[in-house]
Structure formats: structure tokens, C-alpha cells
């Protein structure tokens, strides 16, 4: 089957869905200048993640905000949405998609368009206090100034993601988990499969009969076993035709 019936078929299945479900990872927002944690290129080449384990941040804060702010605020606030992210939202607005579950932490669905965002592994939109835990915006600091502080307590302020070492925050776990027990269908985009306990979340889909759309620029984990129709390119090409093909109707 060439690329452009396997688009039509993907089309097709969302339209006959009853709950879909998006899934997506750092491969969706490659295209929008964010590089992969991982891999040929990623982050963890050009910097020794341990600056997000909590136990240094908790020793080192300082040290560990330099990092985050050169990381995750210099260099992933200049990104802006993709016609992935786009793609996604208007399906929303469509009433063709239930929700996007992301393991990013970059704020881009939202920033699309998207409602039902589950942010897995939190954001980097709000800084939470670990003493009192009062969560502030982060556009409420100037971050030139660091470590943010908690205005309430004084407490060392941490981004609202979720560190090495931390808990999957709720309501997004169990939200994720649900999801995965009600989709008729999951359109996995842009993750390799492989970081734990996210990568579960896809494969209970499909434990529990839902049909695997996966779109990513190689195979992954997912494809051999769970994924049921793979889709192999860049989403920010894929997702928008088969977005033209559902507004066709």
C-alpha cells in the first residue's frame, strides 16, 4: 500500500471512531526547532541531564536553574506550533478527536489550539512550589533573577514537569490511563516507545481493542507489535493531509 492510500485509510478510520485519541512525543515538535531528549542530535547529547534529577535540583538549585533557563525557556520558547499541532486541534474543534495525551512539555498543543490537553509529564508553562505548593505562571518572573522564588514562603520555585526522580503528576496520569481504557482509536505521533511509564499507554489501548495510527519518521518500538497502521514520514506533512481529507467529509 503506498503512502497516500495509507492516509486515505487512516482518514477513514477516524471518521468511523468512535473516541479517538492523540498520543504524542518529542517527534512531533522536532519540526517546531525543539530537539529530541534523545538520539542522533538530542539534548542529552549536549548536556548531562542530571541538572533535572530533583535530588540535585534539591542540593543545587541554582546551579540546576542556569541549565533549565538556557534549556527550556531561552531556547523552547522560541517555538511555535507545526501544522501537526494544528492538525490535531482542528480535529478537536471537528469533534474528531477526544483528546491529546502529550509527553511534551513544550506547551505547543495548547498554543494550536487544543482544549483536552493531558500533559503526562507537566509543563513548563508554570513554576510550582515544593514547600507550600503554590503554582505561579512563569510569565510572572523574570527568570534573569534566579532561582524564582515563592512569593508566599521563600521556597525555591521548580517548572511544573516532571524531574527524574518524580512521580507522574495527577489528574494527567489517571486521565491518560482512562483514555487509553475508552479509545476506539489512538494516533501515536512522534515517540519512540521507549520512556517508561508513558510508553504504556498505547499498548493498554490496544490491549483493550483499540486500532494504532502511528506516524513517525522511522520505526519504532510501537511498530512490530502494537501499531496497526504505520504511517512513515514527518507528521507535520502527514497530519495535515489527512486533516484535508476529513474536512472533505
Known amino acids: 500500500m503506498n503512502i497516500s492510500k495509507e492516509i486515505g485509510l487512516a482518514a477513514r478510520w477516524i471518521r468511523s471512531a468512535q473516541h479517538v ?8 515538535s522536532v ?37 533549565i533557563k538556557e534549556v527550556f525557556y531561552d531556547f523552547f520558547g522560541k517555538a511555535k506550533p507545526n501544522p501537526a499541532h494544528i492538525t490535531l486541534a482542528k480535529m478537536e474543534q471537528q469533534g474528531l478527536l477526544h483528546a491529546v495525551i502529550t509527553q511534551n512539555i513544550d506547551n505547543l498543543h495548547q498554543e494550536a489550539g487544543s482544549r483536552t490537553v493531558y500533559e503526562f509529564h507537566g509543563n513548563t508553562r508554570n513554576l510550582i512550589c515544593l514547600h507550600c505548593e503554590r503554582i505561579y505562571p512563569v510569565k510572572d518572573f523574570d527568570l534573569k533573577d534566579l ?16 524531574f527524574f ?48 495510527i502511528e506516524i513517525n519518521p522511522e520505526p519504532s518500538l510501537y511498530t512490530p507489535s502494537v501499531t496497526d497502521l504505520f504511517l512513515q514520514g514527518k507528521a507535520g506533512e502527514i497530519m495535515p493531509q489527512i486533516g484535508e481529507l476529513l474536512q472533505k467529509g
Open 165 to 212: 526522580g518524580e512521580p507522574i503528576p495527577e489528574p494527567a496520569r489517571s486521565l491518560s490511563n482512562e483514555e487509553a481504557y475508552k479509545a476506539d482509536l489512538f494516533i501515536v505521533i512522534g515517540t519512540t516507545g521507549e520512556v517508561m511509564p508513558a510508553a504504556m499507554i498505547p499498548r493498554v489501548a490496544r490491549w483493550n481493542g483499540a486500532k494504532i
Open 21 to 28: 485519541t492523540a498520543f504524542s512525543g518529542a517527534g512531533i
Open 31 to 67: 519540526e517546531s526547532g525543539i530537539p529530541p531528549f534523545r538520539g542522533e542530535g538530542g539534548l542529552w547529547n549536549q548536556y548531562d541531564p542530571t541538572f533535572i534529577y530533583i535530588d540535585k535540583f534539591l542540593q543545587s538549585p541554582l546551579e540546576s536553574w542556569k541549565l
Open 147 to 162: 532561582p524564582p522564588l515563592c512569593k508566599d514562603c521563600k521556597t525555591v520555585l521548580k517548572p511544573d514537569f516532571v
